[in-house]
């Protein structure tokens, strides 16, 4: 049959396990049933410490303008970085989420069904403002230094990032719809500020958020409210009861990682940065020097965000092939990763996915 669509997807491995996992996600798409009619066109390109090392730059102007022009997606896995600061380095990631406009940064955060208490949420942070702006100034007084920061907070910002996550909430009912087992009864996002404190800042992204909630489109979604204290605490004490979580970028940073933690290892945990027709997978985790070619990474994250990535795209039939598959593995438990308690290694986790594919 021939291929309804051909999706070019660059790969951006980095460094450490980022090139062991990397090539996971390549095989995954791959391996995909031809049935879905979709063809992949891989495009391996640099970033990270080596390249700097190499090059002199982190990010090559060629990796972003690739991305720009040729590609539809991209696959990063993760980058070191030096401990202490070095001339000219600064993070890749971080400046092509600027240079793409990625201003949402989507990291869903779910474990089995099987699970004791399962889970199934996703948290949408905002890229590109509040105290990230690091508009950051130090006044020498009397008293000594004092330190200020600008958050800043726009209505355009804080629209866009409650409307895509009224757009994912829509979505993952309809793949609900569609026979996905799941916990939750109808879509709901969760709007999360602190504007008893930071009335204009906090209050603007509140009111603006809940704005762009009462679109008609969004009719079927509820939608309510937390302060950032109270989520956290309500986040661990009854995760199961959230499904997509809205936050300015300095609350979402921390609230995600603190979901992270609520499914055992970071090497379960995608994520995506997404901006207008365009979308980066990359998994949660960092370059793991500690187990870097030892072939035990778990490759799960990878492959999640390869999935991530493909539900921007509109490619929500193929996503949920790979999530069946990564959730059989899961839930056989057979074959797991270290990191899971398990023994196999990264090749044989691979193996078993791709054969339940
Ligand atoms: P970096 O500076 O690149 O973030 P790091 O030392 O902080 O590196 P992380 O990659 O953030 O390391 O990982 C934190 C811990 O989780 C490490 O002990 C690492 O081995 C483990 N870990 C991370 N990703 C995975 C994975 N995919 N499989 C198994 N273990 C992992
Ligand atoms: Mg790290």
Request: with cysteine.
């Amino acid at each position: 049959m021939a291929a309804r669509r051909t999706l070019k997807i660059g790969l951006i491995p980095g460094d450490g396990i980022g090139k062991e996992v990397i090539p996971a996600g390549r095989r995954i798409l791959e391996a995909l049933p031809a049935s879905l009619g979709l063809k992949f066109d891989f495009i391996d390109l640099k970033a990270g410490w080596e390249t700097f090392q190499q090059q002199g730059v982190a990010l090559p102007d060629e990796t972003v303008s690739v991305l720009k022009s040729d590609c539809h997606g991209a696959l990063f896995g993760a980058v070191s970085s030096p401990t202490t600061a070095v001339k000219g380095y600064s993070s890749p990631i971080v400046a092509l989420r600027k240079k793409l406009d990625l201003y949402a940064n989507v990291r869903p955060v779910k474990t089995v069904l099987t699970a004791p208490k399962p889970i199934d949420m996703v948290i949408v942070r905002e890229n590109t403002e509040d105290l990230y702006v690091k508009e950051e100034r130090t006044i020498q007084t009397p008293d000594g230094p004092v330190a200020e920061a600008i958050k800043r907070i726009s209505y355009r910002a804080s629209h866009r990032i409650a409307t895509i996550a009224g757009e994912i909430a829509l979505r993952r009912q309809k793949i609900r719809a569609a026979g996905a087992p799941s916990i939750h009864s109808g879509p709901l996002v969760t709007i999360t500020h602190k504007s008893n404190v930071l009335s204009q800042t906090d209050g603007l992204f509140r009111s603006t958020a809940r704005d762009a909630l009462k679109d008609p489109r969004f009719a079927s979604v509820a939608v309510e409210e937390q302060i950032v204290d109270s989520m956290v605490y309500k986040l661990f004490r009854q995760p199961e009861a959230y499904d997509v979580i809205v936050a300015p970028n300095l609350y979402g940073d921390i609230l995600s990682d603190g979901a992270a933690a609520l499914v055992g290892s970071l090497g379960l945990v995608p994520s995506a940065n997404v901006g207008e027709g365009f979308a980066i997978g990359e998994p949660c985790h960092g370059s793991a020097p500690d187990i870097q070619g030892q072939g035990i990474a778990n490759p799960i994250a990878t492959l999640r965000s390869a999935a991530l990535m493909l539900e921007f795209l509109n490619e929500e039939a193929a996503a949920a092939k790979i999530y069946a598959a990564v959730d059989a593995n899961l839930e056989e438990g057979k074959l797991l990763s270290p990191d899971l308690g398990g023994t196999a290694k990264t090749e044989e986790v691979v193996q078993d996915i791709l054969r339940r594919l």
